[in-house]
């Protein structure tokens, strides 16, 4: 266990540092003089001519080779210098931290409101397959997929806000502004769950040990609370995993219709000003952060699957 | 039993494929059978609903939604349909190039999937964008670094398991060259999880790439797609929401459709896991196989 922990850290290690590698290297291959751009990072005013370019470059390190300016770079973010943002002229960490917590909280409670909701809806369909309920959840998960985001929220705007005026349109002040950007974030995240619950839980029923566990005299509820319940959440598990990290950043849509300052809405303001600090950091941020609940859900999944434990004990 | 499950496969399969069609052919056809001009303006007949002459109403400049949308659905679906061969041709040979070579190859695809698999699809196309600068390329760039990720995941794991039938040994036995099993044994076994697997990335692509041209940094103008209509209905949502149905409604049977398309070769293949190879980990290969 300790050495697929070890091994899980170096590859948490190993994609942060290439991901960063790749975002480090955008000001040396978007249009426009490196230099200059690095330059307008690291202080607040661009010089003008030449001369004072190059004495501050040189005072900066700009003139070292790649891998050592790389090197110092990833030191200074380290210890949350990620350079001036060119559009506002604050330091980018002072945008990204409190940017971080807003969508942590928005993905957060799309997650929770999304596995509430699928888990009873799976768990509906697991015990009445090829009936009714179960077909219309079916169906009802395939059109949940298939609504873009960026269509139902408008009209949930106009409906809930303009219309009945029971829910501010944007913004994120207090619950009631939280509303509307959780349910529309949670849609798609909880067809996908409902699907991984249910044929998580009809696996879980066919499997072998449950057999044997009801051939033991095992009564019919402790079967399945203590066996096909633990067994058939882990699909669900592993997907929180993979849709939580793309909540962090995927959020996007969502921040941009409602007006939440969160980080997707950071990064995409930063694409679209090219402002390349912030774009830096924020997906810096984003991409660690991604990475480290992935890492975090797979030792989960190690931790409550007895089948992989005892795969890993053998290899 | 078996009539009931085969007349339910039925229903999947055609009412989707004739959507499907319906709105290929009035995208392709329509323009050339039809006069229609989607960027007239007519400043007086500006977000009126709905009428006879113009079904889908006027946008807020007057020009005709329904004339729009034909003329965006050629972007919309021409684009998918691109980004989407893109991500399953790579996705297929990277998959079975992991499947056949084994060794460091496949390790390396391995890991490199599993990086990708945990980086959010949208920064790392708005990061693509923000390089390459908006337009047609960077956006089926954007989506095809990510895209073809849970293809080759499928194929690999799917390759693996033919490979390791009896029928696969006993060509090997009879000297069959690598090169003829793929063609014989494994890409015939592929085929139609494979079909299901871009049926149902066809509809995410067509949302996703809708998404970036809703943001902007997508299709730019003069020209548009049902994305970047939704977002100049917007800002007019309360007065006139045709404007945004109609381009909604697009996205949404299209998508729809070709789900279910993609549900019903799945379910003709037996293999409902299939569905679910999108939340694939590195530790879940075992449980495909039954």
Redesign the interface.
């Known amino acids: 266990m300790s050495t697929l922990i070890a091994r899980r850290f170096l590859g948490l290690v190993a994609i942060a540092l290439l991901s960063s590698f790749v975002v480090f290297l955008i000001p040396f291959i978007t249009p426009g003089d490196p230099v200059r751009k690095l330059l307008r990072a690291r202080m607040d005013v661009g010089p003008a001519d030449a001369a004072a370019v190059q004495a501050y470059a040189q005072q900066f390190g700009l003139d070292a080779p790649l891998w050592r300016q790389f090197l110092s770079w990833v030191t200074r973010f380290l210890t949350g210098d990620m350079g001036i943002s060119y559009t506002s002229l604050t330091p980018v960490f002072d945008q990204v931290m409190p940017a971080t917590a807003i969508t942590l909280t928005l993905a957060g409670g799309a997650m929770v409101v999304a596995v509430l909701i699928s888990l009873a809806l799976g768990l509906v369909c697991a015990v009445s397959t090829g009936r009714w309920p179960d077909r219309v959840i079916t169906s009802f998960t395939h059109a949940l997929v298939s609504i873009p985001e960026y269509a139902i929220a408008p009209l949930l705007v106009v409906i809930f806000a303009l219309k009945l005026a029971l829910l501010p349109s944007a913004g994120w002040a207090g619950p009631a502004s939280w509303v509307l950007p959780i349910v529309v974030l949670a849609l798609r995240p909880i067809s996908f769950f409902t699907v991984a619950v249910r044929s998580g839980m009809l696996d879980a029923l066919a499997k072998e040990h449950i057999v044997a566990a009801r051939a033991r005299g095992l009564g019919e509820r402790r079967t399945v609370l203590t066996h096909v319940i633990p067994h058939g959440l882990l699909p669900l598990w592993t997907m929180m995993g993979v849709w939580f990290a793309g909540l962090l950043g995927g959020s996007v849509i969502v921040e941009v219709i409602f007006a939440i300052p969160g980080m997707g809405r950071l990064v995409y303001e930063a694409v679209l000003n090219a402002d390349i600090p912030v774009a830096q950091g924020g997906v810096v941020v984003v991409v660690v952060l991604a990475v480290v609940v992935t890492t975090l859900v797979d030792l989960g999944h190690v931790a409550f699957d007895p089948t992989v434990r005892s795969r890993i004990r053998h290899a | 039993m078996r009539r009931s499950h085969a007349r339910r496969c039925n229903l999947e399969l055609w009412p989707p494929l004739l959507f499907i069609t319906l709105a290929t052919l009035s995208v392709v056809l329509l323009p050339i059978l039809v006069p229609m001009d989607p960027d007239a303006q007519s400043l007086a007949n500006r977000l009126e609903g709905p009428s006879l002459a113009k079904p889908f109403g006027t946008d807020h400049l007057g020009r005709d939604i329904f004339s729009r949308i034909v003329y965006g659905g050629r972007f919309s679906l021409a684009i998918a349909a691109i980004a989407t061969i893109a991500t399953s041709t790579i996705g297929v040979c990277l998959g079975l190039l992991s499947a056949m070579k084994r060794g460091w190859i496949d390790e390396f695809l391995t890991?490199t999937n599993?990086?990708l698999?945990?980086?959010?699809?949208?920064?790392v196309a708005?990061?693509v964008?923000?390089?390459m600068g908006p337009g047609f390329a960077s956006m089926i760039v954007a989506v095809t670094i990510m895209g073809w990720t849970p293809t080759a995941r499928l194929v690999r794991s799917l390759s693996f398991e033919i490979l390791s039938k009896d029928y696969v040994e006993v060509a090997r036995h009879l000297g069959c060259s690598k090169w003829f099993i793929i063609r014989h044994h494994v890409i015939p076994g592929l085929a139609s999880p494979v079909m299901a697997q871009t049926a149902l990335r066809f509809?995410?692509l067509l949302?996703g790439l809708?998404?970036l041209s809703?943001?902007?940094?997508g299709v730019q103008p003069p020209q548009s797609d049902w994305?970047s209509m939704?977002?100049d209905?917007?800002p007019y949502?309360?007065r006139a929401?045709w404007g945004?149905?109609a381009?909604?409604a697009a996205?949404?049977i299209v998508?729809?459709s070709i789900?279910?398309l993609g549900?019903a070769i799945t379910h003709r293949t037996g293999r409902?896991?299939l569905?679910?190879i999108?939340?694939n980990?590195?530790?879940?290969k075992?449980?495909h196989v039954q």
Do not use: C, H, W
């Open positions: 890991r599993d990086m698999l945990a980086l959010p699809e949208i920064v708005l990061l964008i923000a390089i509809g995410l949302v809708g998404a809703y943001l902007g940094v994305g939704l977002a209905a917007q949502a309360a929401p945004l149905l381009p909604g996205i949404f998508t729809l789900t279910l549900n409902r896991d569905l679910l999108e939340a980990s590195p530790d879940k075992a449980s």
